[in-house]
Structures are given as structure tokens and as C-alpha cells.
């Protein structure tokens, strides 16, 4: 223990910087002569300073750290991160016994430790292959961690006491989670180990109280006998039985040679050809494809049911016709991020599978009929990538499918889902909500005929449905109600919005449904006014595009838009701007208004505009104007 003489923080070491207000003692031995100093724990008191005031620095010989003002702590780079504290074990018992003799055997602290209530999530970069001993140790506050598939080892001591973390996921690239790694996570209940981890070390999860069940991957062969000390006694066993029953790690081991050696092997029950799995008779249930397979071959493991979990290869590119037909047991998949296509009836009757996540996946290109049709299990679906359809029947009679959600890359809109085929979700009973990308031109027949939970959707504007295409209980909803020229309402979920042609007038709070999406929106000529309230909360709104032929902006038409910087001076109409229209627009810097026939401005128009600086406009209107 160590007493700073300066703030009397008590320290569980001894420093000479102090880390809380920097006193350097190297300078006052005489002074304060019970002080014992090492070598490895002279730090620059400059460099904790800026590091304190920057919150960002080195952490390895090429890796970086950055705390961001939310909470969220970045380590990118490349290669291992440094060491933080006790390396080796032995030194542990030796400094118990001989004091500050062993004390060059510590490393310094982490050079986040000053700010470690402050950390909320941990974000590792891909490059970084060890996180170092006692890295994010005592971040008490630290609720998620993302891990990089680059990461080789896990440090001893890395998440000891990190009391918040409720789940982690440890890549398939680990090999090795060191001794009390998470140790004493409390609050921990979900740990997904994936196939390629090796060895868990002592004490590794020990004290995980709220840990609910864990599963060993069949490549690890060495687990300790306390890794899940005073955890729950199921997942106690769960760990004795994996660690006694010592998996097929020589088999993996001459399967990787044989893929070095040349692309064709017949072992372990593999038939593999020019690097397509063309079938397997093994009776693994939780299976790891080699990792130079780049195809599942048709009817590859058809109607295996053994299997409960595929962990596909990287590099895999291809998964073909009926790969998976009939797997009925297989509840998880882990799909690769180069995917590129899933054939016909791929995963057809896979009745115990729960989710399918294709999220980040924009090599995605190509997704066949009936792919995921009759997975009656199946609860939640997240696609992304350059598909241009929905095929027939992909989702048919998925009982179970409550939520499906899509994703594009940025700027690729135009390129993205136009069609939803034929029967795509047909029976999906407990589907209760879908966003149609507003980039679909045409939804088939029978598209979504069964879907009774789904009461309402909204149609993207020109869109051609076919026959029977939704449940008639289901209620539609066009993109943009418009009567007699008056825009009602918005029901879009484009957070780009256009106007279309023909409308004079946006009504009162026509926005309103689209409060917390809306960037931007494009306004054409022959809109004359907008209704008080119609972007009214806007948050997120950017840039209004208004045009020549407005007259009128009403009341709190744009109050509350928080993020609105500019808008165009285009609108030479303008004759009135209403109360409130402004209000609370507090990045708004500069407003220009040149119409000739501006008449009127509301005194309280620009109330709240915290940052505005000035308004320029017409003569007629600056007796109106209240700055």
C-alpha cells in the first residue's frame, strides 16, 4: 500500500507519479524517505497529464486507445496490446512472501485507469491479436465488448470485476482466455464460445454467479478444474464433462494439413472436392467446416439430424441448393461476412432454427426460393447487402417470424430490394412489423397472405401489388396521403423524404410519424405553405430545400429541429413566417431571406435559436424581425 503525501489517495502500489494529482515524489527522497521506487514505474508526468487531458494514447508498440466522451473505449492498431499488470505467476506468490523485492516483475497501470467509471462499451479494432493482462480490470461501469475475429489471446486479469457485463462473444480466432480473465462478473450471463478456442485457464469465470449455461466448443483441450469455480452447478458440469471428455483436436488438426497439402480430402467424414463440401457422414452436432472449404455443396448435409450448430468458414462464398434441407435439430448458424449467395431451399424445414443474422453482409447478392421456408422456429431474420428481390416463398409458413429488418450500404439505395416475390412471407402469422424499403417498385402476389398480426404497413409511392399481396385484415397505407393537393401526412420511412409533384400544401403536423428519422427533405415548386407543426420535432433534420413559390411558413413549423443549420434563401414568395416557427433551433447560425414580398415576421419566430447571429432580409420586413 502507498499513501500519496500530497492528496493522501491511498494507492495498492507505489508510484512516483502519484496517478490522482500528479505529485512526483522522485524529487523528495529526502523528504519522504519511506518511499521505495522501480524502475518500470517511473512514468512522465507530462505524458499522464496530456493523457489525462486527451483521454487517448499508445497501448502496445502498434496499437492505440481513445475514450470518447460517451463512455465507448476504442483500442486500435495492430499486433498485442501491453501488459498491465502481474506476468508471471510465480511472481504473485514470490510478492506475497518478499514484498517490493518482485516489484520489477508489475507493469504499469492501464493508461485509462484514471477514467474507468467513465468506460461504458469496449470496442476492439480488427488487428489487434492480445489484449494484455488487467487491461479493462475494475471497469465497473463496462456493460458490452466487442472483440475482433484478429484476436488470438485473452489476457489474465483482462475483465476482472467488470461487474456491468452482461454477455460476451469471443471470436473463433481466440485461442487462449487467460487466468481470471472474468473473473468476479457478476452481472455476466451469456459467454458464446466459438469453435478454434483452445485452452480456458485457471479461474477464467470463476465467481460468474448469473452465468446461466455455457458450451464448450469440442477444439478446447484444456480446460482448469476451477476456470467456473462458484458458478452455477450445471454450467460446473457442463465444463467437467467437456474437459474429461477431451475433443477431436489431432482430427481438426489433419484436416487443416490435408488443406494445406491440396484442395481434395476424404477424413472425418468429410467428402470435399475442389473446395466444395460435396457431403459429410460424421455425427458431430456442434461442426466446424475447414476453414478452405468455400462452398456447401447441394444436399451437402441434407436431413443431418445431428446437428445443432454449423460454424461456417471465412472464406466461405456459396452455400447451395438444399445444402441444409431438413436439418430439424440445427438451432444456430454462423454465417461468414463474404457470403455471397444462399440457393434454393437451403435451410428448408430447419425447424429448430431461431434466428438468421446476414447483418453486415453487403456481399450478399442472391438469396433463392424457399430458402428459409417452413423454419417454423425461426423468430427474427436481419438481411443486408446488394439483393434486388425478396425471392418466392423465402420466408413461407415461418409461423414464428416476428421481426425482419433490412439494411443497405450507404449510397447504394438505388440499387437495393425492388421486388418482394411471390409468397415471400406467406404465413408468417406473428409477423407484427415491417418497414417495405421504400425502394421496392412491386410486391407479388400472395406476398404477405396470412400475416393476421401485421395490421398496418406502408406502401413506398408507385408501388404495384398483385393479387391478394397482404392479409385483408391488414390495413395499407400509402407513403404520401395527399388530397385535393394537401399533403395530410407521411407515413414514409425514407429519411431523405421528397415531396411529390402537385402538392400545394403540406398540412398541419404531416410529419409528425417521422420525427426521428428525418435528414432532409425536398420541397418542389407549387407548395404555397406549410401547416403549423409540420416538421415540429424533427430532431435529426439537416437541410430544408424550399422553393421559389412559398408564401407562407406557419406556426412551430420547424421548432424544435435541433439539428437544422441552413435553409435556402430560394424562396422569393415569402410573405409570412409564423409564430414559433423556429423556436429552439439551436445550431441555426445565419437565416437569409431575400423575398421582396416578405411582410411579416413573427417577434417570437426565432425564439431559443441560441447560436443565430443574424438575419439578413428585405427592408420591408426588418422593423418585423426580432434578433
Known sequence: MWKCPVCEKVQERQFVICPVCGFDSSADREQYPTLIYTQKERVSRSGYARAKMERK?????????????????????????????????????????????????????????????????????????????????????????????????????????????????????????????????????????????????????????????????????????????????????????????????????????????????????????????????????????????????????????????????KGLTCIEKDAFVGCRNLKYVDFPLKLEEVGESAFYGCTSLKQADLSGFYTLKKIGALAFAGCTALENVWFSGDLNEIPEYLFGQCKNLKCVEFSHPEGDEKDWVRKIAKGAFKGCGKLTGFEIPYTVKEIEEEAFLGCKALQSVVLPTGVKLGRNAFDPSCTLQKEYEIKNGVLLAYHGYDSHAKVPEGVTLIAENAFAASRERLLSVDIPEGVRAIGAGAFEGCTKLEFIDLPKSLRSIGERTFAGCTSLKCFNPDATSLEEIGSHAFRNCTKLETVELYSNRLQSIAEDAFEGCTRLRSIVSSAKAKNAVRQ
Not at 99 to 128: K, M
Not at 221 to 241: M, S, W
Open 57 to 313: 494514447g499508445s497501448c502496445g508498440a502498434n496499437a492505440r486507445w481513445c475514450l470518447h466522451p460517451d463512455g465507448l473505449l476504442k483500442i486500435e492498431g495492430s499486433g498485442a496490446m501491453q501488459d498491465y499488470a502481474v506476468i508471471d505467476e510465480n511472481a504473485e506468490q514470490l510478492d506475497g512472501i518478499f514484498g517490493d523485492l518482485f516489484s520489477d516483475l508489475y507493469q504499469p497501470e492501464a493508461p485509462w485507469t484514471a477514467f474507468q467509471n467513465d468506460i461504458r462499451r469496449v470496442v476492439v479494432g480488427t488487428g489487434i491479436t492480445a489484449i494484455g493482462t488487467d487491461a479493462f480490470a475494475d471497469c465497473t461501469n463496462l456493460q458490452t465488448v466487442q472483440l475482433p475475429d484478429t484476436l488470438q489471446i485473452i489476457g489474465g486479469n483482462s475483465f476482472q470485476n467488470c461487474k456491468s457485463l452482461t454477455e460476451v462473444r469471443i471470436p473463433a480466432s481466440v485461442q487462449k482466455i487467460g487466468q481470471k480473465a472474468f473473473y468476479h462478473c457478476t452481472a455476466l450471463q451469456r459467454v458464446i464460445l466459438k469453435p478454434g478456442l483452445q485452452r480456458i485457464r485457471d479461474w477464467a469465470f470463476a465467481g460468474c454467479t448469473a452465468l446461466q449455461e455455457i458450451q464448450i466448443p469440442t477444439t478446447v483441450y484444456q480446460i482448469a478444474t476451477n476456470a467456473f469455480a462458484d458458478c452455477r452447478e450445471e454450467v460446473q458440469g457442463t465444463a467437467h464433462k467437456a474437459g474429461i471428455e477431451n475433443p477431436q483436436k489431432q482430427v481438426e488438426k489433419l484436416n487443416d494439413t490435408l488443406g494445406r497439402m491440396g484442395k481434395n480430402a476424404q477424413t472425418a467424414g468429410y467428402v470435399i472436392c475442389d473446395g466444395v463440401l460435396e457431403s459429410y457422414t460424421g455425427t458431430e452436432k456442434v461442426l466446424q467446416i475447414p476453414q478452405w472449404v468455400q462452398k456447401i455443396g447441394c444436399k451437402a448435409l441434407a436431413y443431418n439430424e445431428n446437428l445443432t450448430e454449423v460454424i461456417l468458414p
